[in-house]
C-alpha cells in the first residue's frame, strides 16, 4: 500500500496488515508466542540463515510487530522499521548501531531529559562522546563540530518540554555534508504532523507509548528507516554495514540494498541487545495508530485553544507553544508543522516553584503524572520531577523555570479542560500573596 494510492487516514488503518490465512480474522492476528516450530530440518536452516522469510523466534522476528513496524514505516515514508521495548531503548539501540566506543555523535542540546541522560550517562561510559549543540547555532559553530568519528546528528522535530521546533531541513543539509545521518526523534509531531524523512531524515524514531498508541497502555518504541542514506559512499565512517565481513561476507549494503542499516540493526543490534516489544503491546499500538489522525486534530485544536488562553492569564508569565502568533517557532512550525504544532503546552507560573505547588495541588480534572499523547490530560512540574536531578542553573540552561509546568492536552471537553486550569489558577492567585517571598527562593 504505497503512500502515492492512499491518503494517510487511510493508510493509518490498512498498510502492512496482512489477512489471516487460517480464518480470515479481520485485525492483525496477535501471535503471542515465543517462537515458532520449524517444518524440517531445513526450515529450520533457512528461517535462521534468513533464505526463508518466516519467523523463528520472537526476539526479533514476531509477526505482529513486524506488521505494526510496516504500518508506521508506511505512515513515516521509510522502507521498513523495528519495534522496541521503548522509545529509549530506540534511540539507544539505534546509536549503538551508528557509533562505537571511541565515536562522536552531534545532538541538538533541546532535548527529552531522558536522551541527554542516556547521552551523558550511558553512551559516555560506553566511551561514544554525544556533544548538543543550539540547533539554531551558525553554520561554523555546526562545521566546526564535525570530526572524522562523527557518526550521527540526532534531533527531536519538536523537543520536549520546551517546543523550540527544530529546522530539520538545515539540519539534515548539515549531516549529510559531514558525511552521516540525521535521527530525528518524531514522538511529539507524529507522523501526521510532520514526516522528518520528507525534509531530509535518514532515520526516524518514537516513543510509542505516547500519541501513537494514544491509550496509554502500554510502553513501546520504533525505528524506521528512509532507505536513503547513502552508507556505500562514507564506507569508512560505516564498515559494518557498507564494507565486507571479516570472513568474507558481503556488506550489508550490498545484500540487502536500501533495508541494509535496518537489516543491520535487526538481525546484530536489536539481536544482540534483546530489547524486544511485547506482542501484545504492538497489538495495542496498532490499535491506537487506526486513529491516530482523528485524535491528533483534537489534540492539536484543544492545545491551540488552552494555549490562548493560558497567554492571557495574570499569574501565567510565557506559554512555550509554537502555535501561537507571539511564538518565536511560530513562522517554523507553519512551514513544518502546518496541521497543528503538537500537543505538549508548556508555561511557567508567575509565583514560581510555591505557586507550581497550589497549581498541581489544586487540579482535579487534570491528571497529575509524567507521561505524554494520552486521551487524558496530564500536567507535571518538571523541575521537581523530570529535571529535580538538575542544579538551578542546569534547569535554567534547559529553559526550566521554577514555575513550568507541561501539559500534555488530551482530547476532554475543551471548556471542562479550561475550568479545570481556571479554578488551579485561582488557587495559585489566592495564595500568592502568602506564599511569595521565603519559600520561592528553596530549592526545587
Ligand atoms: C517519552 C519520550 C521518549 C522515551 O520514550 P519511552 O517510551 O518512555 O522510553 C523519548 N523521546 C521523547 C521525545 C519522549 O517524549
Redesign the pocket.
Known sequence: MAAAEFDFETRQIHAGATLDADHGARLTPLYQTAGFVFDSFDDGQGRFNGTIPEPAYSRTDNPTNAAVARRLADLEGGVGGLLT???????ALTLNALAASGDHVLATDS??E??RTLFARSFGRQGVEIELIPADAPDEVWAAAIRPNTKALFT?TI??PKNDVVDLERLAGIAHRGGFPLVV?N??ATPFLNRPIEHGADIV??????WLSGHGAV???VVIDSGTFDWAGNADRFPEIALPSRTGVASFVERFGRLAFLTYLRSVTALDYGPTLPPTSAFLLLQGIETLSLRMERHVSNSLEIAQWLEHQDEVANVDYPGLVSNPYYARAQKYLPQGAGAVVTFDLAGGVEAARVFIDSLQLISKMT???DVRTLAIHTGSTIHGHLTEDERLARGIRPGTVRLSIGLESVRDLRHDLERALDAVAAAAPVAAAPVAAAAV
Open positions: 521495548a521503548s522509545g529509549t531503548a530506540a534511540i532535548l527529552y531522558g536522551s527531536e523537543p520536549n526523534d514522538t511529539v524514531i518514537h516513543s510509542t507509548s505516547k510502553i513501546g518504541g507521561h505524554l499523547g
